[in-house]
């Protein structure tokens, strides 16, 4: 009988490990702390707890944790890789398997650090112009990926995403984090980057940053004193069910997958999604990142490890109601 893809996908996975411990973006590259705390989760997301043929996923998940670990700087902040100290975005990245490993002995007091260093952060922001040419509202402090400038979607997700998984979902920058999300949704549906529009004209919706809001926001409806966002995650799956079935990037239908799987959107098709992709990645070199975002949109632990929503009512082929 034929392997299953995330048999094939984790086997990749694993072949692909750096020797100098963690990942890095491709095969023979340094190893980064995105690729390594991905891989991470991904090998976790995947173990059978009831599999002693499994302790090798769960070995290297924690070596990957230690990994990280070793990158920590002094502030706090988790560099990019041994030799890029800056900038610190990847902290988050780092937050998630710390969380997901558990055993936090072997790390010791790194993730109270991170998580320090992280809700110190925020965003370059503006004060308001009716002469600006974008329509977001640039006052609220997100995360940026390099310290001291503008907020985007990506960093602040995975920041609230890090937040909740350590149990700071209450805390006032999650709460700066939720605002922006909400800001920068588009009109149409989805979200991109972080801009709504340009001269009047709203922009397109890109289906990685689409997948990472709706993570960052799933759960969290009916929470007292929290705006409700069904409608926004409404528009968004609609736009994921409509552009996904034309997407084979690991990267993008892995997160979208992800999103759509929080928010309990998910239909049959996104299995026929994330074969495609992991078709069109098996015949490139091997992206530890993209293999580990579809095992986990793949897996029935990904959402929540990655700190969204954990799916416990069967999944339905709807959008959130």
């Known amino acids: 009988m034929a392997e299953a893809w ?3 996908a984790r086997r990749r996975l694993l072949e692909a490990r750096d020797p100098r411990g963690g990942w890095g973006y491709r095969v023979g590259a340094e190893p980064s702390s995105e690729p390594t705390a991905l891989a991470g989760l991904a090998l976790l997301a995947t173990a059978d707890p009831a599999r002693a043929e499994d302790d090798e996923l769960r070995a290297a998940a924690r070596a990957a944790a230690s990994w990280l670990g070793a990158r920590q700087r002094p502030d706090g902040a988790v560099s990019l890789s041994a030799s890029l100290v800056e900038p610190g975005w990847a902290t988050a990245h780092a937050l998630l398997l710390w969380a997901a490993v558990g055993d936090v002995g072997q790390v010791g007091d790194a993730p109270k650090r991170a998580l320090a260093w992280l809700v110190a952060q925020r965003g370059k922001t503006y004060p308001r112009d009716t002469e600006n040419p974008l329509a977001h509202d640039a006052t ?5 990926f390099v310290a001291e400038t503008h907020s985007w979607v990506e ?3 995975l920041a609230l995403l890090a937040l909740r998984r350590h149990g700071l979902a209450g805390h006032a920058r999650a709460a700066d984090a939720l605002r922006l999300l909400r ?3 588009l009109p149409t549906g989805g979200w991109n980057y972080g801009n709504v529009s340009v001269f009047g004209t ?3 919706a890109a289906p990685g940053h689409t997948g990472q809001a709706l993570l960052a926001l799933s759960g969290l409806e009916g929470r007292e004193g ?4 069904g409608e926004r995650a409404r528009g968004a ?3 994921l069910q409509r552009a996904l079935p034309e997407v084979r990037t690991g990267v993008s239908v892995g997160w979208g997958v992800l999103g759509l799987r929080a928010w309990n959107a998910s239909s049959a098709s996104a299995a026929a999604w994330l074969s495609a ?3 069109r990645a098996s015949r490139r070199p091997v992206a530890p990142a993209s293999l580990a975002l579809l095992l986990l949109a793949g897996a029935p632990r990904g959402v929540e490890l990655l700190g969204g929503r954990s799916p416990r009512a069967p999944e339905a082929s709807h959008g959130p109601g």
Do not use: M, N, S
Not at 140 to 144: A, K, R
């Open 277 to 279: 992709a992991w078709e």
């Open 155 to 157: 960093p602040t997700a």
């Open 6 to 8: 995330p048999e094939l």
């Open 237 to 239: 799956v609609v736009f």
């Open 140 to 144: 609220i402090p997100g995360w940026g």
């Open 226 to 229: 929290l705006e409700p966002d």
């Open 183 to 185: 800001d920068r949704a």
């Open 202 to 204: 709203t922009l397109r």
